[in-house]
């Protein structure tokens, strides 16, 4: 009788194979499930970019150590939004992940670059942040500025300014 210990990376069933060199003996085993591990870190991704005001999805992962999805965590999972406006971590509870994944719909109103990450409060798992450029939606007004006063016959400088409905600047309009 020998032994042998055989480490195998990815989650799904197999079967070992062993092939004496040289003969034509051979043994199969029975089948063997390899499951993923613990969860070790999440993994936080969504699109790139989304317009102000709109909803994009934020997709949450829970990962092993070999970064095979597994199970859920047993707590719940809190994202983060970095960016200029403070806003409050959004919570997802262990049942809201399906399959070692959660996904939340999240709106933000300022153009600008944020920072999308997720961690639970004992601070067991954590993720790298997912980068998302917020850009301006459509124009829904046009700020006009003028200077308070001018001379009679001088030229007017008018300013036109496009802003969406969260008063982002428009700047290809």
Known sequence: MAFAKVTYERPENISIVVTEPGTARSGTSAPVEVAPGKVRRLEVTADPSAEAGAPFVVKVRALDSRGNVTQAPNTKISLNIAGSVSTSAIEIPAAGFKNGSAERKVTYN???????????????????????????????SVDVSVPPSVN???????SLTALDAYRNTVADF
């Not at 670059?113 to 942040?129: C, L, T, Y």
């Not at 009679?152 to 008018?158: Q, R």
């Open 110 to 140: 300022l153009a600008e670059e944020i920072m999308i990450s997720a961690f639970d409060a004992a601070g067991n798992f954590q993720s790298e942040a997912a980068h998302v450029r917020i850009r301006p939606g459509p124009v829904s």
């Open 152 to 158: 009679a016959g001088a030229g007017i400088l008018v």
